[in-house]
């Protein structure tokens, strides 16, 4: 049995998920949430399998939601629902360390089955999600001749593309936090870069994680 | 187009002459008077005529020193007169004049002018300020209130699918097309009120998926360099470097028929926006007859160019495609 938390500022949207997932033999609805901090507080309560969250919500938005249970409750995986099909809001999603982003347009479609892929361990995105990256992971192919970056720092910067915090890097590289925060310091001064969004772009081009 | 005055007649120039010709008179007259001239005397005849010659050569003197001391003024209406506060254009009011209140009136002219054009700025700005606040609103209307009801057809809809009997799925199915096909078209209204991009990422993010979806759309090539960084930039102007590149582009999907756009934005002492496509071009002269925002949209564009303290520059020639330029100096 997959248990689910959804959370959605919209009690019609909520009621509607329920009714679709609570139709499905192997899912059941654990908790509800009408915003952010209601999806943490409830993720970290119920401890459910997926927690669907919308990406706009008051308080705390869905996408910093997925941080706080990412880096809290990490044995929940997070499904983002979005009306968003911008590249930027999957990278950002992806960032934040959701495991899947569903377009609320194809959430007919896409919902149950992203629902039992993510709660399989495996990623979701929408397929315009996926076409959007994989053009950005092609484009890589001819970029990047020489790569500024040490091979350390590479570790780096796909830990921070996985939405891994300082601590947590420096934990599974077995650094100092000082030394990670340095070597973040350095790839944005190398790069070029403002913010994490455009290191998790990076990483997709460099093939350093997966779309 | 020049406002009826009436020159001659009653002319500050020919209203003092006329003045001075009575007082110059009277003055001859009270000084024959005086000396006791008579006309009738033989040798006094002689000094009249040249009493007489004097005031006409005194008149002559003064007509011509009055029209001298007139002429900055005259210089003046004539260039206040071809003051047009719809095209600003330089300062035709700059030089110094030579007679001190002339020169005032210029001055205070000047600055009326400024303030004119301060307060058009200001008004405009505000205009411009609320017409985003209002589109920004209801394209936020539409996404939160109206898309989610969808959203919450679509998912009861599915649900609902999954249990009807086989000879209604298909209508279930034609629903849920018909419900998807809504979300998109709200999506796409929203998007191009005030896309929600902007305004959570900036303006390169933004520019970056209108590019995209431009390009998947019309099948035109596009390419989007920048320099320096715009994100940083004011929201009015990101606002209007968003809305200049949005018209210019539907102007080349609709005339051009370019296959490649490339957009440049550069952001360094001054801020520069370009959008170049290799399309058919038009004639300079198509634009004379372009008034406000009609056809090609240049004046909308030329507006909000203004209105962010900059302008527009539109370069083309049949055959040779297009360059739309907006240059805005930087405030400090």
Known sequence: ?211 | MRPNVTRRDDSLIGQVVAANVVLVALTLFAASLAAGLDLSVENQRWSFGILALSIILTLCVNLWMLQRRFRPLERLIDRVERIDPAVPVGDPLEEPEPVAEIDRLSHSFRRLLDRIEEERRRSGTLVMRAQEEERRRLARDLHDEVNQALTAILLRLEALGQDTPPEQAAEVAELKRLVNQAMEELLNLARHLRPSALDDHGLMPALEAQLKRFSSRTGVEVRLNREGDPDELPEDVQTALYRVTQEALANVARHAGATVVEVDVEVAEQIELRVRDDGAGFHPGELAGESGGSGLGLGGMAERARLAGGELDVRSAPGGGTTVTMRIGRRA
Request: aromatic share 4%; proline share 3%.
């Open chain 1, 1 to 211: 049995m997959i248990r689910v938390l959804i959370a959605d500022d919209h009690g019609i949207v909520r009621s509607g998920l329920r009714m679709l997932i609570e139709r499905q033999n192997d899912m059941q609805v654990v908790a509800e949430a009408d915003d952010g901090v209601a999806a943490l507080e409830s993720t970290q309560a119920e401890r459910p399998d997926v927690a669907v969250l919308d990406v706009s919500m008051p308080r705390m938005t869905g996408l910093q939601a997925a941080r706080e249970i990412r880096s809290h409750v990490p044995d929940t995986r997070v499904l983002l629902l979005s009306m968003h099909d911008d590249e930027r809001y999957f990278l950002e999603g992806l960032e934040a360390g959701a495991a899947g982003y569903v377009l609320k347009r194809a959430a007919d479609t896409d919902l149950i089955g992203a629902v039992r892929t993510v709660a399989g361990g495996r990623t979701f995105l929408s397929d315009e999600a996926q076409r959007t990256l994989m053009d950005e992971w092609l484009e890589g192919g001819r970029a990047e001749p020489d790569d500024p970056l040490t091979p350390r720092e590479l570790e780096v910067v796909k830990l921070i593309a996985e939405a891994f915090t300082n601590r947590q890097i420096a934990e599974t590289l077995k650094l100092s936090e000082k030394t990670i925060e340095s070597h973040r310091a350095n790839v944005f001064a190398k790069l070029g870069m403002r913010d994490r969004v455009e290191i998790v772009r990076y990483a997709i081009r460099r093939g350093l994680v997966e779309p």
